[in-house]
Every structure is written in structure tokens, then in C-alpha cells.
């Protein structure tokens, strides 16, 4: 998960993709069946663990997100969670 977040939600993200859904298609493009399963684990793992939407900000931005979602961070993330399904 941080190798999404990291490498596709930097802080120049939107400037490469027009928007949070865009990166998001390009990582699940190129990403493996086991990555993707890894990362909606990791994913399920990090909501489980932060129970304040505070908690999983920080946790989040540690992992590498910079650009934050136009959305709830907790609910974004579930749905990035819903779109590792292979």
C-alpha cells in the first residue's frame, strides 16, 4: 500500500492525472493479482487499526499519501479496498 500511495498520490499527483480515479486506474493497470490482494489487505488493516479519522490521516500520509481524496479519507479508502478486487 505505501507503493500506491507513495508513487501515486505524491504531491504532484494532480498534476499527471486528472483526478484520485485516474491514478487509481493506473496503478490497478499495471499491479499483479497478489499486489492488489496485498494492498486492499494492507488497506482493510490500516482502517481496522485507526479508529479516528485524525489517527488514519497521519497513518496515511506516513504510508506516502500527500494529496489527500475529494472525499472522506475512511470512505475512499474502502472504496480503493472495493476496487482491488480482481
Known amino acids: 500500500m505505501a507503493h500506491l500511495l ?12 486528472a483526478s484520485h480515479e485516474e ?3 493506473d496503478y490497478l493497470s499495471g499491479a499483479s493479482e497478489s499486489d492488489r490482494r496485498r494492498a486492499a489487505e494492507e488497506i482493510r488493516d490500516l482502517l481496522g487499526a ?6 488514519l490521516k497521519q497513518a ?6 500527500c494529496v489527500l481524496p475529494p472525499r ?3 470512505r475512499w479508502l474502502a472504496e480503493v479496498q472495493e476496487a482491488m478486487a480482481p
Open 60 to 65: 496515511a500520509v506516513a504510508l506516502g499519501l
Open 72 to 74: 472522506r479519507l475512511r
Open 6 to 17: 507513495g508513487a501515486y498520490f505524491h504531491q504532484d499527483c494532480l498534476c499527471e492525472y
Open 23 to 25: 491514478a487509481l486506474a
Open 50 to 55: 485507526h479508529a479516528s479519522d485524525a489517527d
